[in-house]
């Protein structure tokens, strides 16, 4: 009788541990474990991801290199792009323009 | 006995002529092109200088490898000129000189040839010549004329010598990678780049580390891994068991996982091939490649026949379509082939395949709608799907490339290997 209980008890907890196992996998999702998608069904996404790289590594091309007069401060729009007009290292370099 | 053999004639007879009612509807529905819708298609056109080849590898497609003849200056005339003159050529053409080993003829035909194509070419039109050889005969005086800088150069080599060797070998069995390889030290010597194509066999795919460590000394600038197809008169691969295409995935994962750790100084074609198509405006809305369009590739032989479609079908007879050479520039010439039977019951199959790949195929906006030799030679006709080819070369190629970008793009900062290259697209 104790060898049958045993049994039966162990095969019960094998039977929870089972059946734990079973619900663990079965909501995997709502645990934030994703089904294996096949890659082919992820391309929009994908290729969405490596233009977004692709764009980001582009270099911001240099405008200060634009125009004759792309290093000198232009008088027209001065003063809005001036905040601190009071701090003289603002000021711009007459001796060197 | 002998009334079930004559219903199995009977049987056999209405068979036929279903299937001839078949093609004359297929026939009648094809949409070929008239020759104004032609301008400007032309983007390969492959020149057969001769169908010889110093080699005899195990795998090759060619039927005539064993014959002497070579293209007459008046054929290569004739061709060119019909091309230029019918404003088929686009602007970007490359001239394939293939088919056969092109480097068995002398570099006094080469000049004379390139001269001819100098003197039809219409303006506004970039040629680009293309010779991809098997390096055995290259020497200081073809390094002078492949240093030309509208010139290309492909060399086919497998691998180290134990893997090469195994396949590519002379008519006496001998091998001859150590003959390629002295070509390649020319190469070097005269600074001309150039890429690799390197057959993949079953015997191939265990050893993907040997392959790129080889590949790297070698330095090419790209490597194109071509597998064993089931092409003209090979028509068994050594790749065409069920689990190779399992032991490929592993190879080109195995591939890729190199290239993305140590990213080497040449590209990959297939995973280009990918990211370019990733990378392309239009991914999605192409429906053809250049294969399955007609004329955008056209394949001219050395006794001036002509056929289009995929370059393999050039001097390819099939019990279905008949000889698939569709016309002869010395008769007719290439817009002839608009009104030929057999042109239009191939069209209207490739045509009908293409249809079906893209109602079937998840992978289509990658390879829109294959290579009719494949289809062709593993399934025995035009109008098919699936063949071991899409399997392996875009399928199993695809789903490697995304799984890594997928992982790859995850995270923060780019990785190296998708940074832009240099991009020969010969191979």
Known sequence: VVSWTGTLMASRRLRKALAAVALFVGTGPLFGIPPERR???AVDDIRERLLRSDSLSTPAPDRSLE?????RPNWRNFWPNWPNWRDWRNWPNWRNW | LAELARLAQLAELAQLVASRAEIMTAIAAASPPDAAGLRGRLRLLVLQPTPFCNLSCDYCYLPQRDDRRRMSLDTVDAAVQQVFDGGLAAAQLSIVWHAGEPLVLPVSYYQDAFEIVQR???????ITHHFQTNATLIDDARCAMLRRPDVRVGVSIDGPAWLHDLHRRTRHGAGTHARVMRGVDKLRQHGIPFHVICVVTEASLHHADELFDFFVDLQPAAVCFNVEEVEGIHGRSSLAAPRTEVLFRKFIERVLERYRHDPPPFLIREVDDVLRGLRDPSFGTMTTNGQNE??????VGSDGAISTFSPELLSIEHRRYGSLSFGNVHAGGVFDVLGDDRFR??????????ARCRASCEYFAFCRGGAPANKLAELGTFDATETMFCRLTQKAVVDVVLTALDRDLQHAGRPAWLSARAQPRNG
């Open chain 1, 39 to 41: 890659p082919i069904e």
């Open chain 2, 120 to 126: 039809r070419k219409s303006a506004g039109v970039d």
């Open chain 1, 67 to 71: 125009g004759p007069f792309a290093q």
């Open chain 2, 345 to 354: 019951r191939a069209l209207a199959d490739v045509e009908a395949g293409t």
């Open chain 2, 294 to 299: 007609p004329f955008a590739i056209l394949s």
